[in-house]
């Protein structure tokens, strides 16, 4: 039998197969049920609009993700009129870590700006800071009050419209340089998705740019149009230069530096709070000792005091007056018989001197 004919044969036939099935199921598909209800089309936009915004991960290892906590490279800007009042922190914000600010909202919303101040010079150094051409970063809002008012509602609990802009002082006669503005449109739910801002020097060729002889290069972030009491985030921040490529951070630490610094804490501490018990138990033990010194001189007083007290009640008994009255009896025996061996001697000495004058 020629096998190879066969399944050539049976191959041919299931496509055969195949081929008159699907061309039924289209003949009836293509008929219109008049039995069966026919519904609207499924709006699937409804359940994407419903959502709650997600933060974005930073994909740039030379990003500032605030994962760490360090913020000391951020101030803010209070002293014009139009700016917020405000605090600076790093916040969990949707299970990632950002730099917040919190407005305490003494300022009004009518014409408030939040403002923040971003050393690059911390960030990158001198030399780094100089290499910028680009930054790019993400910002958020979060609701504090429910008093926005939409098309829809009033009392909404939502940040509204966000938007900004930002510049810095460049080198060139340290002239003040504008960024252009960021917009991230309407937001209807208490904490916005990122609203990703690029900032760009597009004078950098005319000296419109760092350079490596400021002493703090640094760029404002600013968020205008504030139609709702709510706190600013930021997070992502990356610096590019000339050619596209992110500039390193020289204020992170490579991984090992990281583990070593711990080690080095945990030693600190282990250190401290040995030789906190060390204190401790020389302190105890100086207690004990005071203690016990106590106790010894105590012994000692207790002892003396007994035996005064013994001494005393010995004296005052029966017994030491027998004593006492045969001492005294002895003491005048004594006295009488010295008085008669005196006496004796002083005859036997008149007897000798008158031998003596006799025998003249």
């Known amino acids: 039998m020629n096998y190879k004919s066969f399944i050539a044969g049976a191959m041919a036939f299931a496509l055969a197969a195949c081929a008159a099935g699907c061309s039924e199921k289209q003949s009836s598909d293509s008929k219109q049920d008049t039995n069966k209800e026919t519904t609207?089309?499924?709006?699937?936009?409804?359940?994407?609009e419903i959502l709650p915004p997600e933060p974005v991960e930073a994909t740039d290892p030379n990003t500032v993700t605030f994962d760490d906590g360090v913020y000391d490279f951020v101030s803010t800007r209070n002293e014009d009129k139009d700016c917020a009042s405000g605090t600076i922190s790093v916040v969990e914000l949707m299970g990632n870590k950002m730099l917040r600010f919190a407005d305490d909202n003494?300022?009004?919303?009518?014409?408030k700006v939040q403002k923040v101040i971003i050393s690059a010079t911390k960030l990158l150094?001198?030399?780094?800071?100089?290499?910028?051409?680009?930054?790019?970063?993400?910002?958020y809002a979060q609701a504090t009050a429910d008093h926005l008012k939409t098309d829809d509602a009033e009392g909404?609990?939502?940040?509204?419209?966000?938007?900004?802009?930002?510049?810095?002082?460049?080198?060139?006669?340290?002239?003040?340089?504008?960024?252009?503005?960021f917009s991230g449109g309407e937001y209807n739910f208490e904490t916005s998705g990122n609203v990703h801002a690029v900032f760009k020097f597009l004078l950098a060729d005319d000296g419109q740019c760092w350079s490596?002889?400021?002493?703090?290069?640094?760029?404002?972030?600013?968020?205008?149009?504030?139609?709702?009491?709510?706190?600013?985030?930021?997070?992502?921040?990356?610096f590019y230069d000339e050619d596209g490529k992110s500039?390193?951070?020289?204020?992170?630490?490579?991984?090992?530096e990281q583990f070593e610094e711990a080690a080095k804490e945990k030693a600190s501490q282990a250190k401290a709070e040995f030789d906190e018990k060390?204190?401790?138990?020389?302190?105890?033990?100086?207690?004990?000792?005071?203690?016990?010194?106590?106790?010894?001189?105590?012994?000692?007083s207790d002892m003396k005091t007994k035996f005064e007290n013994t001494k005393a009640d010995f004296e005052n008994s029966e017994e030491y007056e027998k004593v006492k009255a045969k001492i005294a009896e002895a003491?005048?025996?004594?006295?009488?018989?010295?008085?008669?061996?005196k006496e004796a001697i002083e005859e036997a000495s008149k007897a000798i001197e008158e031998a003596k004058k006799e025998n003249n």
């Open 278 to 300: 060390v204190e401790e138990a020389k302190a105890e033990s100086e207690k004990i000792g005071e203690e016990m010194k106590a106790e010894y001189e105590k012994a000692v």
């Open 331 to 341: 003491e005048e025996k004594i006295k009488d018989n010295s008085a008669k061996a």
């Open 247 to 256: 500039i390193p951070l020289t204020y992170q630490k490579s991984k090992m």
């Open 40 to 48: 609207a089309p499924t709006d699937t936009t409804t359940a994407e």
């Open 125 to 139: 150094g001198n030399e780094g800071a100089a290499k910028v051409r680009r930054i790019e970063f993400d910002l």
């Open 156 to 181: 909404v609990r939502a940040p509204g419209w966000i938007g900004g802009g930002g510049g810095t002082v460049t080198a060139k006669d340290y002239q003040w340089y504008d960024f252009k503005e």
């Open 212 to 238: 490596e002889d400021m002493e703090d290069a640094n760029f404002l972030i600013m968020r205008w149009g504030i139609a709702n009491e709510s706190d600013m985030y930021i997070d992502n921040i990356v």
């Open 106 to 111: 003494t300022v009004p919303l009518d014409g």
